[in-house]
Nanobody, 115 residues
């Protein structure tokens, strides 16, 4: 069973940067397309970035040009570099496969963008 552990969140001022990491155990991630999701208070969880097993990436419009998703197959991990952060990026961020059948969700990592 895959266990996902997200880290790297925190409190940052608008315009700041954070890098999130997702470490997996129990199975290799290399064959899966992976995504970073976020859930803001009172809103549904949304997919913000994805990376395929062949390193194709795509982003939701609101983060294009600011966020970069990457993966390190040697370390069985996925990352999200977030730049030019805005208050509306405030949410709990999760990683998971984008396949229909998901892994068990991790605890996520809180990102708060505020002055």
């Amino acid at each position: 069973q895959v266990q996902l552990v997200e880290s790297g969140g925190g409190l940052v001022q608008p315009g700041g940067s954070l890098k999130l990491s997702c470490a997996a155990s129990g199975s290799t991630l290399r064959v899966y397309a992976m995504g970073w999701y976020r859930q803001a208070p009172g809103k549904q969880r949304e997919l913000v970035a994805l990376i395929s097993s062949r390193f194709y990436t795509n982003y939701t419009d609101s983060v294009k040009g600011r966020f970069t998703i990457s993966r390190d197959n040697a370390k069985n991990s996925v990352h999200l570099q977030m730049n030019s952060l805005k208050p509306e990026d405030t949410a709990v961020y999760y990683c998971n496969t984008i396949e229909t059948t998901k892994f068990t969700w991790g605890q996520g990592t809180q990102v708060t963008v505020s002055s």
